[in-house]
């Protein structure tokens, strides 16, 4: 079996270069041990945040050791109460075509109808519960609310536009190519603006919402954050969900240099990670299902083959190489 470990800690964007494709052979399954054969590996932008040494919510990788994120698998073989071969599985034991683990440290999935496997790391697994939480309980949209969304194509993006439509919000949604932009539209977005190639972006979110924006999802940082304060209405909501455009930085970049539209505007800007709201779960599975079925919630997914492929997709989601969730078939 083959895994991908940390060789070296990236400065700047991630190369080939800091990761290292191993085999290995499966120690055997002691009692309460389940034998798991991953189908699909998530890279997520978060991984980044893990490869720096340093104290965080998560803990940093370790070197020389596998990667650690989500996965979805089967199980082979198992000596687990409740875990039987041909088992659908979710763990955190990506970066590696095989393991053996106890038990509980899996999650048994249901062979949901007409839902691909792989969704579990995407619309329907933590990406969607970021999305969905973060919009719904932080972000609070009211129909006729305008509603910006950066990153609007990626995992977290595409779900959040499509949630402010259905919400009854008019929706600008920012990415980094046309097409994804055409995408976005195909879905209901109201106004997808190309950040790459707009010119001003001030101007191109002034010109889709010239009344301001009432809710920002931001999942880049940087202009974009500044762009949605100078354009924020009275008590608009921001929902602090990433940075991307700031994780590869070798030096802290300077704040926004309109904060002080904060304390005018008082606006309430808000940070918050996914686990917070683990609880939700499964009023998020519940209503994203029926939307899912009713036809309400597409998505994408950018799909790379083979482990030795992974770091490939991770460096990628830097690049905005994904349309949707990044994924490695394994
Ligand atoms: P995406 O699927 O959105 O992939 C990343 C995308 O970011 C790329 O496709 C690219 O799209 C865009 N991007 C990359 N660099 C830049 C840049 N410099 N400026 C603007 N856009 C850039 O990833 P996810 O949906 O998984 O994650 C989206 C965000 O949500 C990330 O910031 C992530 O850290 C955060 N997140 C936070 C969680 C939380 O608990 N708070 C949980 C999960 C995710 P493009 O072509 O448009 O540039």
Redesign the pocket.
């Known amino acids: 079996s083959h895994e991908i470990r940390l060789k070296s800690r990236p400065v700047g964007t991630p190369a080939h270069d800091n990761f290292e494709l191993t085999e290995v052979t499966l120690g055997s399954l002691a009692d309460g041990d389940v034998l798991v054969r991953n189908r699909w590996m998530s890279v ?3 991984m980044r945040g893990r490869m720096f040494d340093r104290a965080s919510y998560v803990p940093p990788f370790v070197l020389n050791e596998p990667l650690q994120g989500g996965a979805v698998g089967e199980v082979i073989e198992s000596r687990a109460e409740g875990f039987s071969p041909g088992d659908l599985v979710s763990s955190m034991f990506g970066w590696r075509e095989a393991f053996v683990a106890p038990g509980s440290a899996l999650e048994k999935l249901p062979r949901a109808g007409g839902v691909p496997d792989q969704a579990f790391m995407g619309v329907l697994g ?2 969607g519960l ?1 999305a969905w939480a ?1 919009l719904l309980e932080i972000g609070k949209p009211q129909a006729g609310d305008t509603v910006f969304v ?8 595409s779900v959040v536009a499509q949630i402010a439509r259905l919400k009854g919000c008019t929706v600008v949604a ?4 046309d097409e ?1 932009c055409e995408w976005l539209r195909s879905v209901g977005v109201h106004h997808a603006i190309n ?2 190639t707009c010119g001003n972006l001030d101007d191109a979110v002034k010109a889709a919402a010239p009344k301001g924006i009432n809710v920002y999802f931001d ?2 940082g ?1 202009e ?1 954050l500044e762009v949605a304060i100078e354009n924020a209405r009275p008590f608009a909501r921001f929902v602090e ?5 700031a ?1 590869n930085d070798t030096a802290p970049a300077p704040g926004p240099r309109n904060i002080i539209q904060v304390v005018g505007k008082s606006l309430m800007i808000r ?5 917070e709201f683990a609880a939700l779960r499964p009023q998020f599975l519940s209503e994203m299902m029926d939307w899912i079925a009713a036809g309400e919630i597409k998505w994408q997914e950018t799909v790379e083959e083979g482990i030795a492929r992974a770091p490939d997709a991770f460096i990628g ?6 349309t ?3 994924l490695v078939k394994l």
């Open positions: 997520d932008p978060y933590m990406p970021t973060g950066s990153g609007a194509a990626g995992a977290v993006g920012s990415a980094g190519t994804k950040y790459k999942n880049v940087g974009h969900c990433g940075m991307i455009s994780y940070g918050f990670i996914v686990m989601l830097f690049s905005g190489a994904n949707g969730k990044m």
